[in-house]
């Protein structure tokens, strides 16, 4: 074992505890430039739920279906591709690819070049700036942060205490996306974007009868009704069974048994519900939340609460009531996504290394979360920045909005016959600016940065209109939305003196 791997040293001066990507985004920010030293304690794969179980392997397998749907919809390509269905075999194994085998080589040489030692071991908190790190073998040792340690221990697949649920053993996040064996009949629970986005890939993958049952009116609650209703279409036109409003009440299994990450796991599972009806499935998928990893971390030797399996921290990151602990990524409970939980990670990692060195903080050293960016990967995917209309209404913003139908537009109509997607801006009129934006259909994601920096940046409408998109493409959705805002404002009343 190397010495890079942090056996002939017990004390650092920042000591991170979890190697997914807030815990390698930490250690890199708060030591890269401050020469301070780092090791990050991790007893799983380097790289975490991301890299293996979740973003990256998610949309490897999306990925060939919105391809195979857009060659269906061209001429020329429609006829090469017919009805033909996807490769399985060679969809898993790029798959594998990009989620690196499941190993972590790759993983622990970045850490090496960046300086970042390594702990293997499940790490918990032992007190103040002291970590109790458990071994594979059972050893346990002590190790010490001079000024800080940060907690980045992810979240882990809600399983609701459903009657019999548990003893069926289904399939939760990790199991949709490291798929071996793919079902012929298959029932979801949930309604988020874990559960349609693997209802999507399944589907194409092979899944003869599909089933996403979920217990709220519409999907996707955290986005606009429009785009609610745009994922439901698109599911059920492709043959996806939607149970909306309903709840699980009880599972049976017969045979059930734990068969390996991806595998079928016994004999058909048989899905009770609310109304009495019942669901019989080869699978079942659990997908209707996540709980922030606080089990078993320690928290209680130092005191801090952890209400709903988070950590509340301040601005800087840092664990409230304490200048030494941070914590970063799902953990907070902020916005479970991968990219907010590395820049909740560059921000800690900034703050521990201004007041390590006593210097004062600046602007990256201050986490905001108004322009929260998402992306919900289905046939068509579909995206968000910012506010909805109804929260911004909530906050007690009179906003105004633009929406507009982008198969209107020359670049959407040329990159498929039959465009489906439909785009809506909320604008906050006192500072007239753009507070929120949500898009909907083929190639739209890539329209998503550009109203992120609209947001963070406060760019006011009047100066977007300079922001001229090249044609033709689908950001001219841009021209119609601001359009469509310049309309409704000249043909608004006029408000009584």
């Not at 800087?316 to 479970?336: I, M, S």
């Not at 602007?363 to 929260?372: Q, S």
């Amino acid at each position: 074992m190397s010495a890079h791997e942090g056996q002939e040293r017990d004390h650092w001066d920042v000591v991170v505890v979890g190697g997914g990507q807030a815990g390698e985004t930490a250690a890199q920010y708060a030591s890269q430039f401050s020469g301070l030293s780092t090791v990050l304690v991790e007893e799983d794969l380097i790289g975490g739920e991301c890299e293996y179980w979740a973003c990256r392997p998610s949309k490897a397998l999306l990925m060939p279906v919105e391809a195979q749907s857009v060659g269906r919809d061209l001429p020329g390509v429609r006829e090469m591709i017919a009805d033909r269905s996807l490769d399985v075999p060679a969809v898993l194994a790029r798959r594998d690819d990009i989620a690196f085998h499941y190993a972590d080589p790759q993983e622990v040489a970045w850490l090496k070049a960046n300086n970042i030692d390594l702990v293997r071991g499940r790490g918990r908190l032992a007190g103040p700036k002291q970590v109790a790190v458990t071994a594979s073998d059972g050893m346990v040792r002590t190790i010490t942060a001079e000024h800080a340690v940060v907690l980045a221990t992810g979240s882990s697949a809600l399983l609701p205490p459903t009657d019999g649920l548990a003893a069926a053993f289904p399939w939760t996040s990790r199991d949709v996306t490291a798929v071996r064996e793919v079902p012929r009949r298959l029932v979801v629970v949930g309604g988020g974007p874990v559960a349609c986005e693997a209802v999507t890939w399944l589907h194409a993958l092979g899944v003869e009868e599909t089933t996403l049952v979920h217990r709220g009116p519409r999907l996707l609650t955290m986005m606009e009704p429009f785009a609610s209703d745009f994922a439901a279409r698109h599911l059920t036109l492709a043959g996806v069974d939607l149970r909306l409003g309903t709840s699980v009440t009880g599972v049976s299994r017969e045979d059930a048994q734990d068969r390996g990450v991806g595998r079928i796991h016994g004999g058909p599972v048989t899905v009770t519900l609310d109304d009495g009806s019942q669901l019989e499935a080869d699978e079942l998928v659990v997908a209707v939340g996540r709980r922030g990893g606080t089990d078993d971390i320690g928290l209680e030797t130092v005191d801090i609460p952890a209400p709903h399996g988070y950590v509340e921290v301040d601005d800087q990151c840092a664990v409230v009531g304490t200048d030494w602990l941070y914590a970063t990524g799902d953990l907070t409970g902020r916005a479970l996504l991968t990219h907010m939980a590395k820049y909740q990670a560059r921000v800690a990692g900034e703050a521990i290394t201004a007041r390590a060195l006593g210097k004062p903080f600046n602007g990256l050293t201050t986490a905001e979360y108004d322009a929260v960016a998402h992306v919900v990967f289905l046939d068509p995917p579909l995206c968000a920045v910012g506010m909805t209309e109804s929260v911004a209404r909530q906050r007690g913003i009179e906003v105004e909005t633009a929406e507009y139908d982008i198969a209107g537009i020359s670049g959407a109509a040329i990159s498929r016959e039959h465009y489906d997607g439909r785009a809506k801006l909320v604008v906050d009129p006192a500072t007239d600016t753009v507070i929120g934006a949500t898009f909907a259909g083929t190639a739209t994601t890539e329209l998503l940065h550009s109203a992120t920096v609209a947001i963070v940046g406060r760019v006011p409408v009047s100066r977007l209109w300079h922001a001229v998109a090249s044609f033709p493409t689908v950001s001219e959705i841009w021209l119609r939305l601001l359009e469509t805002l310049q309309q409704q404002r000249r043909t608004a009343p006029t408000p009584p003196a």
